[in-house]
């Protein structure tokens, strides 16, 4: 069992940058591989980022590719988005989640946080 807990999201102008963080709490969370997903009002659930449980591989939406970073820290047991250049298409809850396995679809998602709301206004 993993439990997962987002902080960091906020309000900022476009153009400018927030830092999200999840917190993993529970067993072997690096054997986990961890994600960010994101649900806009009246949307569905989007994958935003992935990374390994090394840490070795990244993935990312192509809609944030080149502004967003995803990085972990094992020894912490933190995964961290950092967001750089939003514009408001980036507003949306922002969650947490982990996988054994190497998908990155929602269903495929065997933990999630509680979620954190990142708004950007224009």
């Known amino acids: 069992q993993v439990q997962l807990v987002e902080s960091g999201g906020g309000l900022v102008q476009a153009g400018g940058s927030l830092r999200l963080s999840c917190a993993a709490s529970g067993r072997s969370f690096n054997t986990y591989a961890m994600g960010w997903f994101r649900q806009a009002p009246g949307k569905e659930r989007e994958f935003v980022a992935g990374?390994?449980?090394?840490?070795?591989?990244?993935l990312y939406a192509d809609s944030v590719k080149g502004r967003f970073t995803i990085s972990r820290d094992n020894a912490k047991n933190t995964v961290t988005l950092q967001m750089n250049s939003l514009k408001p298409e980036d507003t949306a809850v922002y969650y947490c989640a982990a996988t054994y396995g190497s998908s990155w679809f929602v269903g495929a998602m065997e933990y999630w946080g509680q979620g954190t709301q990142v708004t950007v206004s224009s």
């Open positions: 990374i390994s449980w090394s840490g070795g591989t990244t």
